[in-house]
T-cell receptor, first 115, second 109 residues
């Protein structure tokens, strides 16, 4: 079956521009997660969705970052007024139910470069 | 706060030799622990989790609550084991994973 997909695979933008990153989870997975992978910071949690609700947004680094999920499926991570420190690989994952023992299935990531 | 430490950024061993990737965690409750692996040009994927007490691709990991460790071991390394390995923790009732910094394992022929 199809795994988690993300688009675009690469995004180059100029400082100050807004960007949108998209994630399509595995069909039927109610839980969706965004992580960021950057040099020196490793893999950091950003936000967790259960259905269309986000009960844990504790990892969003600033109010320039927001995310939504619609129809319990596709999610979009938006970064406003991008900064160079936002350059990273943004990973999306989904899991069947969001339990702490769930396997999280990761997408290929979106590599964001802010010039 | 929970923390996961992987003390070795790089680890290199010869094919056929034993390999151990170290992972220590700090968490006052009962954690759920995982090893995720990322092979070259592939996505991050689950290797194994402590609750399943399984052996995957010859790898095992034992949770040692006294030492707060979850080291990954394989008795005889193979070249295809070369990859980036991440230890991760989730706390009971939570969903997010807290990752270590990762260890890049290289198996030399």
């Amino acid at each position: 079956g199809a795994g988690v997909s993300q688009s675009p695979s690469n995004k180059v933008t100029e400082k100050g521009k807004d960007v949108e990153l998209r994630c399509d989870p595995i069909s039927g997975h109610t839980a969706l997660y965004w992580y960021r992978q950057s040099l020196g910071q490793g893999l950091e949690f950003l936000i967790y969705f259960q259905g269309n609700s986000a009960p844990d947004k504790s990892g969003l680094p600033s109010d320039r970052f927001s995310a939504e999920r619609t129809g319990g499926s596709v999610s979009t991570l938006t970064i406003q007024r991008t900064q160079q420190e936002d350059s990273a690989v943004y990973l999306c994952a989904s899991s069947p139910s969001g339990g702490s023992t769930d396997t999280q299935y990761f997408g290929p990531g979106t590599r964001l470069t802010v010039l | 706060a929970q923390r996961v430490t992987q003390p070795e950024k790089l680890l290199s061993v010869f094919k056929g030799a034993p390999v151990e990737l170290k992972c220590n965690y700090s968490y006052s409750g009962s954690p759920e622990l995982f090893w995720y692996v990322q092979y070259s040009r592939q996505r991050l994927q689950l290797l194994l989790r402590h609750i399943s007490r399984e052996s995957i691709k010859g790898f095992t990991a034992d949770l040692n609550k006294g030492e707060t460790s979850f080291h990954l071991k394989k008795p005889f390394a193979q070249e295809e084991d070369s990859a980036m390995y991440y230890c991760a923790l989730s706390r009971q009732g939570a969903q997010k994973l807290v990752f270590g910094q990762g260890t890049r394992l290289t198996i030399n022929p």
